[in-house]
């Protein structure tokens, strides 16, 4: 509905400068509601045009982004004792399966001394799941994978109980150390004791054993 002001009473029911919404135009004249509230005709002269306002565009902030770091994927590792899981950059939870498991028992060297096997297959799920985490950048994440197979290897040696029907303390794993030159240096981190690097008689590869005492984990 438009409005008029009024400039000119003549005594009538209206007040000047006074907005009124117009009920109907005429000719000559403009039926308006007066300040008694009753709907009445006056000629259109003791009235101006009022613009109609602008209304000013409603202002919508654009939505807030907030990109994760690999320090954020970091923070949020879990681990159960069989998987690893960690909210990836596209705030997607990740899932890494556990590769882990105890050698034949034909293998174990003494009751409480287990080895545990397939350290190289646990290396190459955490290095898969890492690289199809969507990653925008292309960046090396070798600090969340440092973390995610640190906390895998000492999860599942706390959570295991038992492996073959025996109970563990002493844990050994060991791989060649020229697998994945970024992800071995943490197994030197997290070990107890170590033996040094020797070359495979069986073949070209640089091989290396790790030791764990699962009560000091």
């Known amino acids: 509905m438009s409005q008029v002001k009024c400039i000119d009473t003549r005594g009538y029911a209206l007040t000047e400068n006074e907005k009124y919404d117009v009920v109907e135009r005429e000719d000559k004249y403009i039926k308006v509601v007066n300040d008694n509230g009753n709907t009445a005709r006056y000629h259109k002269d003791m009235f101006s045009a009022v613009r109609a306002s602008k ?87 070798i600090a969340l994978q440092k973390a995610l197979l640190k906390s895998h290897i000492i999860n599942f040696i706390k959570q295991k109980a038992q492996i073959n029907g025996d109970q563990l303390e002493i844990v050994l794993m060991s791989t060649n150390i020229n697998h994945d030159e970024d992800l071995i240096p943490v197994m030197d981190e997290i070990c107890h004791f170590s033996s040094e690097e020797v070359q495979n008689p069986n073949s070209a590869n640089i091989i290396k054993l790790w030791g764990f005492h699962k009560s000091k984990l």
């Open 55 to 141: 209304t000013a565009p409603e202002i919508v902030a654009p939505p807030v982004v907030i990109e994760r770091t690999e320090q954020d994927c970091i923070n949020s590792i879990v681990n159960d004792g069989f998987d690893t899981k960690y909210t990836g950059l596209n705030n997607q939870l990740v899932v890494i399966g556990n590769s882990l498991t105890g050698s034949d028992p034909g293998n174990d060297l003494s009751c409480g001394v287990k080895a545990i096997v397939n350290l190289n297959s646990q290396i190459d799920s955490i290095n898969m799941a890492v690289n199809a985490d969507q990653n925008k950048n292309g960046d090396d994440l």
